[in-house]
Structure formats: C-alpha cells, structure tokens
C-alpha cells in the first residue's frame, strides 16, 4: 500500500512540477518587480504621510516599501489583502499551483511535500522584496517569510468562505467580502438587444495578452448567447468580426451584472468574485499569476467552470460555459458569504477601531 501512495504522490509531483514551470516565468517577473519597486515607494510614501498627515493608512499587501514605512513611523496602519492568502495551514494545498484539497492520507503528504518547495521558492522570489523594502526604511532584514506576515494591527482580507477553503485566521485578520467599485459610467450600457442569455467576457485590467479569451468566446458563444466583451488592454480591432457583440476595452461590470448568467474571464480575483458577488456563474481560463488558484477556489466551491489555457477552444469554452449555468446555487451560496462578512461597512468600521 505504501508503494502505490508512493508511485501516485511520484507521479503527481512530476505533473505539477511541469504544470509549474509554466507559470514560473511570469511570477518570478512579478516579484523581481516587486523588489525593484519596493525602495522607491519608501521617498514617496514618506512624502504623502508629510503631506497628508493622516490618523490611519491602509497600505497594499505587494507594497512591500509602504509597509515597512507604516511600521516604522507607528502610525496606526491595515494592510489590504486583495489576494487569497498563501500561507501554509492544515487542509489547504499550497499556493500557486492551482490544487483543489485533497483528503488524508494523501493530501496530507501531497501538501507537506509541496509546502518544503513552496518554503524554498518563498526564500528566493518572495523574501527578497520584502527585505528591499525594510533596507531602503532602515529596518533590518527579516531571516524568513513568515515573519513578514500580519506585521500591521488590522489585516483587510478581501473575500470570504465558503469561496476561501476554511482556515484558522489569526485575529487581526478581517473577511470583508470583494471590493466591488466600479469607475462611473460617461452614459449608461446599452446591452445586446434579444432575449438570448447574456454572457460578460472580461480580459486583465493588468496587460497579460490574454485576448484570446475574447477571440474564442466570440468564435463559439456569438450564436447561442448575447456578448458584452471588455477587452482591456487587447486592441478590440485585432479580434476581428464582432457582429452583434458589445466590444469595448472598458465598462462598469457593476451595470452589466445584474442581467448576466455567465461571466467568462481570466481569473482574476476582482472580476472572478464581482461576478460571483452578483450570484453569477463563471467560467475561467487561469492565464498565469493567482489566476490558477483562483479557477481551483471557485470549481471547489461549486460556483462556476475551469477552460485550461492550453487547450482553449471555442468548442470547448462553450461546453464550460454551458455547464457554468448550472453552477449557480454554488454562486449564490459564494454571495451570501460575501455577504456575510458585512462587506463594506464591515471594513469601515475595523479600521476607524484602529483609531480608538
């Protein structure tokens, strides 16, 4: 019995491990950013808080520079979590590579094996710009990772069961559901004409040349659903023949929502959980970063349908898309716990409690 929990955790490791390497290239560009970024944030939040002079500042979670100035100077500060969190905890995969849980005995020894990789990689990509950071504000290094978490009083963690995998939060960490501003409109929407079901295609706000998304859905959805397609920084003309298609780099997904049955995006968490706070299925193809752990968060939740990047299709995105229609109890079940939390509000009034 142990040699065939071996010869699976074997071949498992060997598929992930390639699945990984995919995706490696753009992370590791994104904290190499991160730590180029983070020493010219400390002169210039140094000189907002000179200007402003606030009570309280609440600080992004990647601005590893800002964070460090916030400690440093004491003043009341909350770091925004937009992201799902990739500290290890008992029942949940590791991050980053897209993994569903997976019950004992062989998800305990899956995650423990992944987690002494995830340790080694967090030593070289993610440590490093938090270090850059603490330097350029005269702080001194920190000797791992873990002790760079939830250094701030207040920790605003933008999401919620059951679409985070139940986990033990530490105290000054706070569900407040998704942040859902959208930019005003100029004049409202006006959607596809019809009664077909409506069908929202979103690309990245952060250029990652995923128009193929929009291109398929095009190609395969355009007969059977009406399209509203946001193509961000994908030049609309380059996808061709639009028909009766609403094509535009940006709308205020807040007005097309409400009459959608299905989101098709990238898996981004701000798209991924709007959608779903509307109680709207939706189905992703994960282009790279979160976006693979954000597809595996929302089919473990029931509320919408996963299209691997590598074998898009329009044949293939309009099944998913067909079978994200029936997800939408898990969607509704996502939105009350979003809502739950007290959203807003809720935020609101942790981080005025900071201040008393």
């Not at 929009?214 to 639009?242: K, N, W």
Request: glycine residues 8%; contains cysteine; charged residues 20%.
């Amino acid at each position: 019995m142990r040699w065939i929990y071996f010869a699976i955790i074997v071949l498992f490791a060997a598929a992930t491990v390639i699945f990984a390497l995919q995706n490696l290239e753009i992370v590791t560009v994104s904290f190499l950013s991160f730590k180029a970024r983070a020493p010219l944030e400390v002169p210039d939040f140094e000189a907002a808080l000179d200007a402003v002079g606030p009570d309280l500042a609440l600080v992004d979670c990647t601005t590893y520079g800002a964070k460090a100035v916030a400690e440093r100077n004491g003043i009341p500060w909350a770091e925004s979590q937009p992201f799902l969190l990739q500290e290890a905890a008992p029942g949940v995969p590791p991050a980053g590579l897209g993994m569903r849980p997976m019950r004992p005995p062989l998800g305990s020894v899956r995650d423990r094996s992944f987690n002494l990789v995830a340790t080694r990689f967090d030593s070289r990509f993610r440590l490093p710009p938090v270090n850059a950071g603490r330097r350029a504000a005269g702080l001194g290094p920190l000797d791992n990772l873990a002790e760079s978490h939830y250094r701030g009083p207040l920790t605003l963690y933008f999401t919620a069961e059951p679409f985070d995998y139940p986990r033990p939060l530490p105290p000054s960490v706070r569900m407040v559901g998704p942040g859902l501003w959208d930019p005003p409109a100029a004049e409202p929407v006006e959607l596809p004409a019809g009664d077909r079901p409506l069908v929202m295609v979103a690309c990245s706000s952060e250029f990652q040349d995923d128009g193929e998304i929009a291109a398929a859905a095009l190609a395969g959805l355009r007969d059977r659903y009406r399209l509203v397609v946001t193509t961000a920084g994908v030049d609309p003309a380059s996808l061709g023949d639009h028909g009766d298609a609403l094509v535009d780099r940006f709308l205020p997904h807040g007005e097309i929502l409400p009459h959608a049955d299905v989101v098709v995006c990238h898996g981004g968490m701000g798209v991924t959980q709007k959608a779903l706070s509307f109680g709207v299925p939706v189905c992703v193809v994960p282009w790279g970063r979160d976006q693979l752990d954000v597809a595996a968060h929302l089919v473990e939740a029931g509320a919408g349908t996963r299209v691997s990047r590598r074998k898009l299709s329009p044949a293939r995105l309009a099944a998913a898309v067909e079978a994200a229609r029936a997800c939408r109890p898990g969607a509704a079940r996502v939105k009350a716990g979003f809502e739950a939390t007290g959203g807003a509000r809720a935020a609101a009034d942790a981080l005025e409690a900071l201040l008393d």
